[in-house]
């Protein structure tokens, strides 16, 4: 058996009681007591996530741009001004999904990527295959670290942490845009449905951040808080919602792939030609009980399976995310077999909480 | 939390409690409850179900994960805890009051077999790791 991996912060996750999980190879807080709560305290003040497991890579020379217009699926061309931010999945040639990722312009000749933990090495392969071709440099950046402040009161709690320039640049951000001081970068992009910033800081310096955020009474909330957070916001994890089976069309991701004529790019092809043949939805749960990870839907189009299941907080529901036949429609009844049982649930569009709102009716 | 002496066990981290007119009541321990996570959801067997002992009888669910609850007896279900499908959460908060169903055990060997405090907390110790 290999060592679990380590973040900066796993001293202090111990200190803090968390409950320690194997993540992919990462030891990582599962919830610090009640997962339940940390979930709350997100939605309704603000929380901290240690996510240093995830990858910082960046992407330096003069073709950046053109590197990116080829190899991601939704077009870096929409980055106009320096800070601006974008989601995008990064396809093989098949167009099966290598990984989602958010791509930050920072330079003309720098770009910044944002990669998943379980995927790094397997992206940094596929970077570095391509990168010679462009004149490209890929830097894994580890000696940065990612810590994500989530909440309605998250942003005003980082500010007064920060420098007063980057905490006047930070303060002014729209959605999808980062701001940044020497190796201090700070975004507002998440991954919880709710208002925050993610940060992204040398490794040594996360400690101490993490515990000025703690002082502020930012909540420390576990990878367990995380998953059913972005579950109600409706987002995809890699791995189980999606991978290099599926292609974004069929993973509810179709938003954001550029088809235009205006430019090829790895999977482009392979998504033209292919007709997908089911899509995801959302499940709300009728009956009682909780949906998991691959149970069977039926629906009066035909057999779907459900990708992310789970309880959700916020919701008092379970509700799931599901992979079903295209004619299946928001407002369908379906059912699911939970443990042996037919269980009712109704199709409803993502997401099914935003900004502390529940948007789907759970009635 | 320690492990009350005054209750049995079964490895598959189920109490039994006797009663003093010999029905038995049943939870799952502190540590079950520690090792799921906060709980969400209670499916109790249905009062006169007769379940023989290991047999899958009630299921936890928490924000983690669907457990199953074996009988540690066998016998007939004699009653369900009312307030568990309101508030799961009790079992969180004390896993030795928040019972989950009582029984009229069939055979009075079968009590016998079950684990005292101090050989249960030694199997939930283990899992500790």
Redesign the interface.
């Known amino acids: 058996m290999t060592a679990l991996k380590t973040t900066p912060l796993n001293a202090i996750h111990r200190e803090m009681s968390a409950?320690m999980v194997d993540f992919g190879g990462w030891d990582m807080p599962?919830?610090y007591g009640?997962?339940?709560e940390e979930h709350h305290m997100v939605r309704r003040d603000s929380g901290m996530f240690d996510v240093a497991h995830m990858s910082v890579v960046d992407l330096h020379g003069a073709n950046t741009r053109d590197f990116l217009r080829t190899l991601l699926a939704n077009d870096v061309a929409k980055l106009k001004m320096p800070g601006r931010a974008l989601y995008s999945c990064m396809l093989n040639e098949a167009g099966g999904v290598i990984d989602d990722l958010i791509v930050y312009f920072i330079a003309e000749n720098h770009f910044r990527l944002v990669i998943n933990a379980g995927t790094t090495d397997k992206d940094l392969a596929w970077l570095r295959r391509h990168a010679p071709k462009f004149g490209m440099v890929v830097q894994h950046r580890i000696d940065l670290g990612i810590l994500a402040v989530q909440g309605p009161q998250a942003r005003v709690k980082v500010l007064a942490l920060l420098s007063p320039d980057l905490s006047q640049a930070a303060a002014v951000l729209k959605p999808f845009n980062a701001a940044w001081s020497g190796e201090y970068f700070v975004g507002r992009t998440g991954y919880t449905g709710e208002d925050g910033f993610e940060l992204i800081l040398p490794a040594g310096e996360l400690e101490s951040i993490w515990k000025q955020l703690f002082a502020a009474s930012v909540r420390p909330c576990g990878l367990?808080a995380r998953d059913?957070l972005r579950l109600e916001a409706g987002m995809n994890l890699y791995g189980q919602d999606m991978d290099e089976s599926t292609t974004p069309l069929e993973t509810g991701l179709i938003w954001t792939v550029a088809l235009d004529a205006s430019r090829d790019f790895f999977g482009k092809s392979a998504l033209l030609n292919a007709v997908p043949a089911r899509h995801a939805v959302g499940l709300v749960l009728r009956d009682?009980?909780?949906m998991?990870g691959h149970q069977m839907v039926t629906t009066a189009h035909g057999d779907g399976e459900i990708t992310s299941g789970?309880?959700g907080?916020t919701l008092e529901h379970?509700i799931a995310l599901a992979r079903v036949p295209l004619a299946v429609a928001p407002g369908d009844q379906v059912s699911v077999e939970v443990?042996g049982k037919n269980l009712r649930a109704q199709v409803v569009k993502p997401p099914f909480v935003r900004s502390g709102e529940v948007l789907v009716n759970i009635q | 939390m320690t492990t009350p002496a005054n209750l049995k066990y079964t490895k598959l981290h189920e109490w039994v409690k006797e009663e003093v007119d010999g029905s038995v009541t049943v939870g799952i321990t502190h540590h079950a409850q520690e090792m799921l996570g906060d709980l969400v959801f209670v499916e109790a067997p249905t009062v006169g179900r007769q379940v023989k002992q290991g047999e899958e009888c009630a299921v936890v669910e928490s924000v983690k994960a669907a457990a199953d609850v074996y009988a540690p007896l066998s016998g007939e279900v004699l009653a369900v805890n009312p307030e568990l499908a309101g508030a799961p959460e009790m079992i969180n908060a004390d896993a030795y009051a928040a019972w989950i169903f009582k029984l009229k055990p069939n055979s009075p060997a079968e009590f016998g077999g079950l684990l005292d405090a101090a050989a249960y907390q030694t199997i939930a110790d283990a899992e500790q790791h």
């Open positions: 409950r599962l919830h009640s997962q339940l367990g059913t009682k009980g909780v998991r789970g309880f907080p379970s443990r």
